[in-house]
């Protein structure tokens, strides 16, 4: 059995139902050429989690050195990893369908569009070692009063906001204080907590613009100002108290990169004279750039969420060559691991995360490593497929393996989150505690 992993673009499609009368639009590029298809084992019986698990160890000693700035006695934190675990069955769940929550993007509303089995939306995560409870959206909302929270980056960010918004809605509905340019920027408050939520549209993280629509694969293909944070989020998040980043697959379409307003490599772009740098050197190069600008940022006292990559599932096949997501079952932490694109990624990630966080300490800035990764690669079954629009609809990526469907796994995402927020409260409080002791 192979399982193909070409991770691919997608379109930013804004949602009928949200804000009527924009033009849908779908930008869908993908590329074909630039990834050698990635054949994975299922089933691999004797190294399983080999990878996740070398790599945990790295990102662990990041947080080794909390002891430094010994702000923190290290055993008051809670031990257990828990991003690091197994799906179980839940049969509560969901905590929402799509009759309850208006809010659901049209392309990720699977039941709407015929999904026939709802046994993907039956399960939750749980760490080894410890209990990760389900999203309380009431704590959640106390805990966020009157606090600030952005989304930046592309549309899976959206998908999870949008997830969020469902699952608070138990509590409360947002009011759309302001968007521009339809849904790619959208401030909400939640007016009994006055509690902000906006997402800010930045495929990239870095400026970019499209300077060729079809490009070497008919994919596009981009300028990335590599050493530019793009201005559509940085100069808009000095006051959010939250900002979670993420990014991933616009990386793999042809790319031009710009440093010191030169063009010093490239992804993909068959262009002469230019070398090609693989899309890995973009993706690495947006994130440092991301985060020094956050750690420049001089007014900003919120922490900094990286969201780390959230893999697709595409099998037997590209995602324009038959390629899908047909299971109907979360993988067991045993059966798959992470590889090939998604665990290059996700290695960039920690690499440039551990450095940006260093960084922080020095100046006072937080970031946190959310490592939905591992969670996110066991989920296969919780893809939209070809559930996201009508069967005779002339999309282009007809097989979504990229989105997840609402309710889904990505609704667990907020129970991480959830659990980060009530970490920070523990950690804050620690704080003062040593800071009366010292005085
Ligand atoms: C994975 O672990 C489960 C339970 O621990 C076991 O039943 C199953 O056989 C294992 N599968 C593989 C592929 O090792
Ligand atoms: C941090 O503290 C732990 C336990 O107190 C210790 O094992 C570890 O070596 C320390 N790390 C650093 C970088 O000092
Ligand atoms: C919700 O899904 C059902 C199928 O489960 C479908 O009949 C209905 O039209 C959907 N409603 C909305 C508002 O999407
Ligand atoms: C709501 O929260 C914002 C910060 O997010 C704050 O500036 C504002 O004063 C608050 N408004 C009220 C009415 O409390
Ligand atoms: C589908 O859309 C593409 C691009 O818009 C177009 O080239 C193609 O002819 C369309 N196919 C059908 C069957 O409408």
């Given at each position: 059995m192979k399982f193909q992993a070409m991770e691919?673009?997608?379109?930013?499609?804004?949602?009928?139902?949200?804000?009527?009368?924009?033009?849908?639009?779908?930008?869908?590029?993908?590329l074909v050429f630039t990834i050698t298809p990635l054949s994975y084992p299922l089933f691999r019986y004797s190294s399983t989690m080999k990878n996740i698990k070398q790599i945990k160890q790295q990102p662990s000693s990041a947080f080794d050195d909390l002891n430094e700035s010994s702000s923190l006695p290290s055993s008051s934190i809670k031990k257990c990893d828990i991003f690091n675990g197994e799906w179980v069955a839940n049969p509560k769940a969901p905590y929402y369908t799509n009759e309850t929550c208006w809010a659901i993007h049209e392309h990720q509303n699977c039941m709407k569009y015929g999904r026939p089995d709802s046994e993907f939306l039956k399960w939750k995560w749980r760490p080894f070692g410890c209990e990760l409870p389900v999203f309380n959206p009431f704590q959640f909302l106390e805990i966020v009063r009157g606090k600030s929270m952005a989304f930046v980056g592309d549309?899976?960010?959206?998908?999870?906001?949008?997830?969020?918004?469902c699952l608070l809605s138990r509590v409360e509905w947002p009011i759309v204080v302001s968007h521009r340019e339809n849904d790619y920027f959208m401030v909400w408050n939640y007016p009994t907590y006055?509690?902000?939520?906006?997402?800010?549209?930045?495929?990239?993280?870095?400026?970019?613009?499209?300077?060729?629509?079809?490009?070497?694969?008919?994919?596009?293909?981009?300028?990335?100002?590599?050493?530019?944070?793009?201005?559509?989020?940085?100069?808009?998040?000095?006051?959010?108290?939250?900002?979670?980043?993420?990014?991933?697959?616009?990386?793999?379409?042809?790319?031009?990169?710009?440093?010191?307003?030169?063009?010093?490599?490239?992804?993909?772009?068959?262009?002469?004279?230019?070398?090609?740098?693989?899309?890995?050197?973009?993706?690495?190069?947006?994130?440092?750039?991301?985060?020094?600008?956050?750690?420049?940022?001089?007014n900003f006292k919120g922490i900094t969420f990286l969201r780390t990559f959230s893999p697709s599932?595409?099998?037997?096949?590209?995602?324009?060559?038959?390629?899908?997501?047909?299971?109907?079952?979360?993988?067991?932490?045993?059966?798959?691991?992470?590889?090939?694109?998604?665990?290059?990624?996700?290695?960039?990630?920690?690499?440039?995360?551990?450095?940006?966080?260093?960084?922080?300490?020095?100046?006072?800035?937080?970031?946190?490593?959310?490592?939905?990764?591992?969670?996110?690669?066991?989920?296969?079954?919780?893809h939209p497929s070809r559930f996201g629009h009508w069967p005779n609809e002339n999309v282009t990526l007809y097989n979504d393996c990229v989105h997840w469907c609402l309710p889904g796994p990505i609704d667990t995402w907020s129970d991480f989150l959830l659990d980060m927020l009530k970490m920070e409260g523990v950690r804050s409080a620690e704080e003062r505690r040593l800071h009366l002791k010292t005085n």
């Amino acid at each position: 059995m192979k399982f193909q992993a070409m991770e691919l673009l997608f379109g930013k499609n804004t949602p009928k139902q949200m804000i009527p009368k924009v033009t849908l639009l779908a930008i869908f590029a993908i590329l074909v050429f630039t990834i050698t298809p990635l054949s994975y084992p299922l089933f691999r019986y004797s190294s399983t989690m080999k990878n996740i698990k070398q790599i945990k160890q790295q990102p662990s000693s990041a947080f080794d050195d909390l002891n430094e700035s010994s702000s923190l006695p290290s055993s008051s934190i809670k031990k257990c990893d828990i991003f690091n675990g197994e799906w179980v069955a839940n049969p509560k769940a969901p905590y929402y369908t799509n009759e309850t929550c208006w809010a659901i993007h049209e392309h990720q509303n699977c039941m709407k569009y015929g999904r026939p089995d709802s046994e993907f939306l039956k399960w939750k995560w749980r760490p080894f070692g410890c209990e990760l409870p389900v999203f309380n959206p009431f704590q959640f909302l106390e805990i966020v009063r009157g606090k600030s929270m952005a989304f930046v980056g592309d549309s899976v960010g959206r998908n999870q906001m949008q997830s969020m918004i469902c699952l608070l809605s138990r509590v409360e509905w947002p009011i759309v204080v302001s968007h521009r340019e339809n849904d790619y920027f959208m401030v909400w408050n939640y007016p009994t907590y006055n509690f902000t939520l906006s997402s800010f549209w930045t495929p990239h993280l870095v400026r970019s613009k499209e300077s060729d629509q079809k490009g070497p694969t008919s994919t596009g293909l981009f300028n990335l100002y590599i050493d530019e944070p793009d201005e559509n989020w940085i100069t808009q998040i000095e006051d959010f108290d939250y900002v979670i980043l993420n990014g991933g697959h616009w990386f793999t379409r042809s790319m031009v990169f710009h440093e010191n307003q030169k063009i010093v490599g490239c992804h993909y772009c068959l262009l002469e004279n230019v070398p090609d740098l693989t899309m890995y050197h973009g993706y690495r190069r947006a994130f440092r750039t991301a985060f020094k600008a956050i750690n420049n940022l001089k007014n900003f006292k919120g922490i900094t969420f990286l969201r780390t990559f959230s893999p697709s599932h595409f099998e037997n096949g590209i995602w324009n060559q038959g390629g899908d997501c047909v299971r109907r079952k979360p993988f067991r932490s045993n059966e798959t691991e992470l590889e090939g694109v998604g665990l290059e990624f996700y290695m960039i990630q920690l690499e440039e995360f551990k450095v940006a966080e260093k960084e922080g300490r020095r100046r006072g800035k937080k970031f946190r490593l959310y490592d939905v990764t591992q969670a996110t690669m066991l989920r296969p079954d919780g893809h939209p497929s070809r559930f996201g629009h009508w069967p005779n609809e002339n999309v282009t990526l007809y097989n979504d393996c990229v989105h997840w469907c609402l309710p889904g796994p990505i609704d667990t995402w907020s129970d991480f989150l959830l659990d980060m927020l009530k970490m920070e409260g523990v950690r804050s409080a620690e704080e003062r505690r040593l800071h009366l002791k010292t005085n």
